[in-house]
């Protein structure tokens, strides 16, 4: 048994952490699975309380330009309230479920560059240490893959994922940020946009989908975001044609200029993102997915360029956790 923090805020010959997660990515509004275990060190001690912090990289925008940070979205009491022998090894297993708005890190095992981890906090004595931080895996949700797939089929391309700070006005959004997947447009759609923003709201009873279109303007007019949303439920993902489907969605958006606006037509909230459009349901039957979406993330991990930008993912990934350690080390 190989523990990776020693409690040092507890003192030197203190008991120690490791929590350890069960194999597999996690799924949004699914449950957290793993083990948090302790070892006694040269006295016994009374655990007061052991709790897990769910983490969150995420970037926030402001007047002064942009800034990252990370975010606790959740905690959980996981045990406490007994006594740790001395030299003493104790197991916790624990299950706890997932905010169903958790952000997806991964496609079909490939990383979006999404960094989420689980902190560990042990009290003992009234001393509180933030002792062990792990990388979380989450994938997507049926109807999300679906939905991604469906872009993916069309011809959209993935450019980046990340997590900003703030609220989409009009949604249901409880989580204090949201996650925006960055498409490049299809050919077909390539004349009316530069880009196009995804944002995923799950809940218990269905996703809304937000959509942001980055529109090119005209000879005599310029360009302006457009935003729209749809709400499809979870037992649609194996039910509808959702390439058919997407597609509709895409052709509202570039086809009734009139019916969507820029940010200054529909409000902002406190982050400045805007939100427009009227929820949509699907009516088609039949599968219909496609795969190219997850062939451009499964291209973060293969050939010459998509490997490198791979390597720079797990950099990235690796530099968030060294660095929230060495916070905790310093607290």
Known sequence: MVFKRLLGAIGVGGPSVDTVLDGGAALPGGALTGRVLLRGGGSAVDIEHIGLELIARVEAEHAEGESEGSVAFERFTV????????????????????????????????????????RTE????????????????????????????????????????????????????????????ELTPAPRYAHAMNELELTFLASPSGVEIVLEADKRGGPFSAGHDALTR?????????????QAEVDGWIRRMTEHHDAYGSHAAYGHDSHGHGYAGT????????????????????????????????????????????????DADEA
């Not at 749809?230 to 959702?242: I, M, N």
């Not at 949509?280 to 010459?304: E, K």
Request: glycine share 18%; hydrophobic share 40%.
């Open 230 to 242: 749809f709400t499809v439920r979870h037992e649609d993902a194996p039910a509808l044609d959702w």
């Open 79 to 118: 045990g406490g309230g007994f006594r740790l022998g001395e030299e003493e090894e104790r197991e916790l297993p624990f299950s706890v479920p997932l905010p169903w708005e958790t952000p997806v890190t991964e496609l079909h095992g490939q990383p979006l560059g999404v960094v989420l981890g689980v």
């Open 279 to 326: 929820p949509g349901t699907g009516h088609h039957s039949g599968p219909g997915l496609g795969t190219a979406v997850a062939a451009g993330a499964a291209g973060l991990a293969v050939g010459v360029v998509g490997g490198m930008v791979a390597a720079e993912v797990v950099d990235e990934i690796g530099d968030f956790f060294e660095g929230e350690e060495d």
């Open 122 to 181: 042990v009290a003992v004595a009234g001393a509180r240490d933030k002792g062990d931080l792990d990388p979380l895996a989450v994938r997507p949700l049926p109807v999300q893959e679906a939905v991604l797939e469906a872009f993916g089929g069309l011809g959209f391309g993935f450019r980046s994922a990340d997590l900003e700070y703030g609220h989409i006005g009009g949604t249901g959004q409880r989580l204090p940020f949201y996650q925006e997947i």
